[in-house]
């Protein structure tokens, strides 16, 4: 499907209407493909990348860290870690450095940070639990209500410096697990841990080239409360447990649309595209010869030097009248033309291998049948060396009773007799011709 060929002319076998009816197509055939490139790209341009969801088994999961923020004066009363062991309930106290609470202009902060070795694990650590106390009288004059704001342990965006701050996805972890707590009330917190890999942003992105992640965890959580049985309603209780110990939920951006992609779905076209041209008008002329051969310096015009010393007496290229030449030159000439096609069919046009296999076997098989007529025939010809031919004269006759022992003796008065007729028959002869 060369355009410029067309432009050319029509051959000598072809009307004009077909040339114009070719270059009609062609020309409707590279706007329609225009387009679809221009399509391809401003989808590039508009992409957004879509999240990849997988769960990936683990040995164990950290705990959240959590921030509670009130109007009055609380404190941590009771941290506790219950762990499973033998399938016996043991509790154990939190490491006094889990627990903080400080105060932020009007507000009171009580902050929950496992230790790292604190991690949640099957028949080990099955829950932890927490209780917070208000050490202050509840009036009508302070609201009682409190903020619990959830975030996983390795991106806790209360404290932690955040160097790459995505606005969109680090202000939805913000607020996405962020509850109210009222007093005398107990609550079960359970979670799920998320990682997100975040493509970093880049202009290599878009060409299709393997991105740069950037990993955030975080956790999707739940709050469920009911009424505390206490005589103290100044209490809030919270018991921390995750929904799976051994599974991660991963959630991965991938590019849908790149230019390599693209460039792909611009091949699949024109590969369509051409298939339809070749149906409605046929295949184009073949052409063994690239950019390498017609343009590049140097190795244009000494693959063309070349090819001129190698194959000068194709018949493509030798214009003179055979006429002027003897029989003898004519035969030569056109030897040599179909040396020089052959030549070129070979190293351009065709693959030979195969054909050399072919021939090859063809030679050992002529061999092999050569190697076996002449073994045959060894064997007869001996055998036919050792047959005596018997005068007609000779009588066999057995003097002997071994059946293998054979005596032949010639009958001599008829030999005698027959020789004398033979000399009569001479001589009447010899006086004839005298008379």
């Given at each position: 499907m060369n355009l410029a060929n067309l432009f050319k002319g029509h051959g000598r076998s072809e009307t004009t209407f077909l040339l114009g009816l070719?270059?009609?197509?062609?020309?409707?055939?590279?706007?329609?493909?225009?387009?679809?490139?221009?399509?391809?790209?401003?989808?590039?341009?508009?992409?957004?990348?879509?999240?990849?969801?997988?769960?990936?088994?683990?040995?164990a999961i950290r705990p959240p860290n959590l921030h509670i923020s009130s109007a009055y004066n609380i404190s941590f009363f009771v941290?506790?870690?219950?762990?499973?062991?033998?399938?016996?309930?043991?509790?154990?106290?939190?490491?006094p450095e889990d627990t903080s609470v400080f105060f932020n202009d009007s507000l009171y902060v009580g902050n929950y940070q496992p230790s790292k070795d604190v991690i949640f694990r099957k028949k080990t650590l099955n829950s932890i639990g927490l209780i917070i106390s208000i050490n202050e009288e509840i009036t009508l004059e302070k609201t009682w209500d409190m903020t619990l704001i959830a975030f996983d342990s390795e991106y806790d965006l209360m404290f932690t410096h955040i160097p790459n701050y995505s606005k969109n996805y680090d202000d939805n972890i913000l607020v996405m697990n962020m509850y109210t707590m009222e007093p005398n009330q107990a609550y079960l917190f359970t979670y799920t841990r998320i990682i997100k890999e975040l493509i970093s942003p880049s202009w290599m992105n878009d060409f299709g080239v393997p991105p740069t992640y950037e990993r955030k965890p975080s956790i999707s959580s739940n709050l469920v409360g009911g009424p505390l049985q206490t005589k103290d309603g100044g209490n809030v209780q919270i018991i921390i447990q995750p929904k799976y110990n051994n599974i991660v939920q991963v959630d991965k951006e991938v590019r849908s649309h790149t230019y390599l992609g693209g460039l792909g779905l611009v091949g699949g076209a024109w590969g369509l595209a051409a298939a339809i041209y070749a149906f409605l008008f046929g295949a184009d002329a073949l052409r063994p010869w690239g950019a390498v051969h017609l343009y590049c310096c140097g190795f244009s015009r000494s693959a063309q030097r070349r090819f001129r010393n190698a194959s000068s007496n194709i018949p493509f290229f030798d214009t003179s009248d055979p006429n002027t030449l003897s029989?003898?030159?004519?035969?030569?000439?056109?030897?040599?033309?179909?040396?020089?096609?052959?030549?070129?069919?070979?190293?351009?046009?065709?693959?030979?291998?195969?054909?050399?296999?072919?021939?090859?076997?063809?030679q050992s098989m002529h061999n092999d049948d050569n190697a076996t007529t002449i073994a045959?025939?060894?064997?007869?010809?001996?055998?036919?060396s050792s047959i005596i031919t018997m005068p007609p004269n000779l009588n066999q006759n057995s003097t002997t009773d071994d059946p293998t022992t054979t005596i032949y003796t010639a009958d001599i008065a008829d030999t005698a007799d027959k020789s004398q007729d033979d000399s009569s028959s001479q001589q009447n002869t010899f006086i004839t011709q005298q008379q």
């Amino acid at each position: 499907m060369n355009l410029a060929n067309l432009f050319k002319g029509h051959g000598r076998s072809e009307t004009t209407f077909l040339l114009g009816l070719k270059i009609f197509t062609m020309i409707m055939i590279l706007a329609c493909l225009t387009g679809y490139l221009a399509v391809i790209i401003i989808e590039i341009k508009q992409d957004v990348p879509v999240t990849v969801t997988s769960f990936v088994n683990v040995d164990a999961i950290r705990p959240p860290n959590l921030h509670i923020s009130s109007a009055y004066n609380i404190s941590f009363f009771v941290c506790v870690e219950n762990y499973s062991i033998n399938n016996k309930y043991t509790p154990a106290m939190c490491s006094p450095e889990d627990t903080s609470v400080f105060f932020n202009d009007s507000l009171y902060v009580g902050n929950y940070q496992p230790s790292k070795d604190v991690i949640f694990r099957k028949k080990t650590l099955n829950s932890i639990g927490l209780i917070i106390s208000i050490n202050e009288e509840i009036t009508l004059e302070k609201t009682w209500d409190m903020t619990l704001i959830a975030f996983d342990s390795e991106y806790d965006l209360m404290f932690t410096h955040i160097p790459n701050y995505s606005k969109n996805y680090d202000d939805n972890i913000l607020v996405m697990n962020m509850y109210t707590m009222e007093p005398n009330q107990a609550y079960l917190f359970t979670y799920t841990r998320i990682i997100k890999e975040l493509i970093s942003p880049s202009w290599m992105n878009d060409f299709g080239v393997p991105p740069t992640y950037e990993r955030k965890p975080s956790i999707s959580s739940n709050l469920v409360g009911g009424p505390l049985q206490t005589k103290d309603g100044g209490n809030v209780q919270i018991i921390i447990q995750p929904k799976y110990n051994n599974i991660v939920q991963v959630d991965k951006e991938v590019r849908s649309h790149t230019y390599l992609g693209g460039l792909g779905l611009v091949g699949g076209a024109w590969g369509l595209a051409a298939a339809i041209y070749a149906f409605l008008f046929g295949a184009d002329a073949l052409r063994p010869w690239g950019a390498v051969h017609l343009y590049c310096c140097g190795f244009s015009r000494s693959a063309q030097r070349r090819f001129r010393n190698a194959s000068s007496n194709i018949p493509f290229f030798d214009t003179s009248d055979p006429n002027t030449l003897s029989l003898a030159e004519q035969n030569r000439l056109l030897r040599s033309r179909i040396d020089s096609l052959e030549l070129f069919l070979q190293e351009y046009v065709i693959d030979v291998q195969f054909l050399d296999k072919i021939r090859k076997l063809n030679q050992s098989m002529h061999n092999d049948d050569n190697a076996t007529t002449i073994a045959t025939t060894e064997p007869l010809q001996q055998e036919e060396s050792s047959i005596i031919t018997m005068p007609p004269n000779l009588n066999q006759n057995s003097t002997t009773d071994d059946p293998t022992t054979t005596i032949y003796t010639a009958d001599i008065a008829d030999t005698a007799d027959k020789s004398q007729d033979d000399s009569s028959s001479q001589q009447n002869t010899f006086i004839t011709q005298q008379q």
